[in-house]
């Protein structure tokens, strides 16, 4: 998966409003929509894309989205 | 012996918390993002001095509305919310019934997973012929365990009972089961204090979680990732293993009622386990997530409003705190 196409489909899927795209540098803890219930649609996202799962323990460090790709593993994406 | 499900009754606590009063407190929740994600728009939630007991002995008379309460010959309540740490609730419910005295009663433990678990040992007491009408109870109320500032928790679970009479028949109508258990997950889903492993804490110090949910010790903690983590690992090998156990294949079986946690939850594993959308119970809108009953009150809609008809094969599946998971396949 290209790192853009990760960042688009995400956003999607997260059903972000509050800032219009993503990149690497967004802070993911800060915007409006970052809940209970955002979290877990990281998780099911990465399960349903890269069939990788996330604990509890790594998705509490995570605090950008470049956080969240070094966690699932850049060789995973084509870029 | 053979056995089936003959009466569901459920019953569910006259206060509502709506969206709209979650969101009233917690402003930062939005009612109708809450309903489309979760799939909840309200709740009943017991008052102060009502307990699971008081729930299960409403659902169980509305249950007696329609059959002899003389026949029943076993009680099992499914309670994580006792009156008592001793004696067992189903012990007084059969006094507060006018049960007979010959008969046995006892509890389960289990939380989303206890209503298959209970409708194993009804079918195991029936076919050995220990009991011929059993009273299969659910009652719980988590919302007394959860802290008024944990809107994620508020927002998701809702009180409930539902009484179930499994009787023996000549055709078998429940079918094989597969059950499961990993208590490497008990931290994951857990009221702390409370047991003799840490006394209840007077005064406990509220934590914040990094979404702005508080608690205490003494509070339900749900680790939310962790059990959205268990369940798409365990689910679908769940469903796999029941359907071999029962010679069936996913398209034999006419419709699906998994324990309705969560509509985000549930959505996921259907697309999961490739069940077709039409084939699968999604509702709990006006109830929340009852935890033992959400199967019982899914069951008695599909088969009120003809969801389900008459010889439709249903599996049904339940999984959750302990972890604790089960299901099996019913001919209605």
Excluded at chain 2, 172 to 186: C, N, P, V
Aim: glycine letters at 6%; one cysteine or more; aromatic letters at 10%.
């Amino acid at each position: 998966m290209k790192k853009s196409d990760f960042l688009n489909e995400l956003h999607e899927f997260l059903e972000i409003e509050s800032v219009e795209s993503f990149n690497v540098n967004t802070n993911l803890i800060n915007l409006d929509e970052y809940d209970s219930l955002a979290i877990m649609s990281i998780v099911a996202f990465i399960d349903e894309k890269f069939s990788s799962k996330l604990t509890s323990n790594q998705l509490a460090g995570i605090v950008t989205i470049k956080d969240l790709i070094e966690l699932v593993g850049n060789e995973k994406f084509e870029d | 012996m053979s056995s089936q499900i003959s009466i569901i009754a459920t019953y569910l606590p006259k206060n509502i918390l709506t969206n709209q009063m979650i969101s009233d407190e917690f402003p930062h929740w939005n009612p109708e993002k809450i309903e489309l994600k979760i799939g909840i728009k309200e709740r009943h939630i017991v008052s102060d001095n009502e307990t699971a007991l008081d729930l299960a002995i409403n659902a169980c008379e509305k249950a007696f509305e329609k059959y002899d309460r003389e026949l029943i010959d076993f009680v099992i309540l499914c309670t994580q919310s006792p009156d008592y740490f001793l004696p067992t609730s189903a012990c007084i419910l059969q006094s507060k019934l006018k049960l007979r005295n010959n008969i046995g009663a006892f509890d389960i433990n289990l939380g989303c997973s206890g209503f298959v678990y209970g409708l194993a040992i009804a079918k195991a007491f029936i076919s050995s012929k220990i009991a011929k009408s059993v009273l299969l109870v659910m009652s719980e109320t988590y919302t007394k365990h959860i802290n008024k500032l944990d809107f994620a928790n508020r927002s998701i679970f809702g009180d409930g009972a539902s009484a179930i009479i499994i009787e023996e028949c000549a055709d078998s109508k429940i079918h094989e089961f597969s059950l499961g258990t990993d208590g490497t997950g008990a931290n994951n889903l857990i009221i702390p204090t409370g047991g003799m492993r840490k006394k209840w804490i007077p005064d406990a110090p509220l934590t914040e979680d990094e979404t702005g949910n508080k608690r205490t010790d003494n509070n339900l903690f749900m680790d939310g990732p962790e059990i959205f983590n268990f369940t798409i690992e365990t689910v679908p090998a769940l469903i796999e293993e029941v359907l071999l156990k029962n010679a069936l294949l996913l398209a034999e079986v006419d419709y699906f009622i998994f324990h309705q946690a969560n509509k985000f939850m549930l959505d996921y594993l259907r697309k999961k386990i490739k069940i077709p959308k039409e084939k699968f119970y999604i509702n709990m809108l006006y109830t929340g997530n009852t935890v033992s009953s959400t199967i019982p009150i899914a069951l008695k809609d599909c088969i009120e409003n003809r969801i389900v008809k008459p010889g439709d094969k249903v599996l049904l599946c339940g999984f959750g705190v302990g972890y604790s998971w089960g299901a099996t396949i019913i001919t209605i």
